[in-house]
């Protein structure tokens, strides 16, 4: 069973910054696209950010409303993902999860139906 563990939310200021970090540990990680999606009570998943793995050269995408804010990364040899947030405002609030997939292909990357595993999720929250 796969089972991505996130870690590494919790509470900050508006304009500051978090780093989440999600352990796979199961599998081959290099292979993994690595997304990240956010939840907030009463709306869907969002997507908020992707990595593909080695076969993929580790292209990256973002939500449109990233705008530059936020980046996704990865260390293979510790089989961890990583999204480095900053300039947070309080609409970045929500339950961050962690997901991950094989085969995944391009123009995939943002979509929920992509990805297999999934972690439980770690609450970041923005006060103003």
């Known amino acids: 069973q796969v089972q991505p563990v996130e870690s590494g939310g919790g509470l900050v200021q508006t304009g500051g910054s978090l780093t989440l970090s999600c352990v796979v540990s199961?599998?081959?990680?290099?292979?993994?696209?690595m997304g990240w999606f956010r939840q907030v009570a009463g709306a869907e998943r969002e997507f908020v950010a992707a990595?593909?793995?080695?076969?993929?050269?580790?292209?990256?995408r973002y939500g449109d409303f990233v705008k530059g804010r936020f980046a996704a990364s990865r260390d293979n040899r510790k089989n961890t993902a990583y999204l480095q947030m900053n300039s947070l405002k309080p609409e970045d609030t929500a339950v961050y999860f962690c997901a991950a997939g094989n085969g995944i292909i391009l123009s995939s990357m943002t979509r929920r139906d992509a990805y297999s595993y999934w972690g439980q999720g770690t609450q970041v929250t923005v006060s103003s």
């Open positions: 199961e599998g081959t990680f290099s292979r993994y696209t």
């Open positions: 990595i593909r793995g080695t076969g993929g050269g580790g292209t990256t």
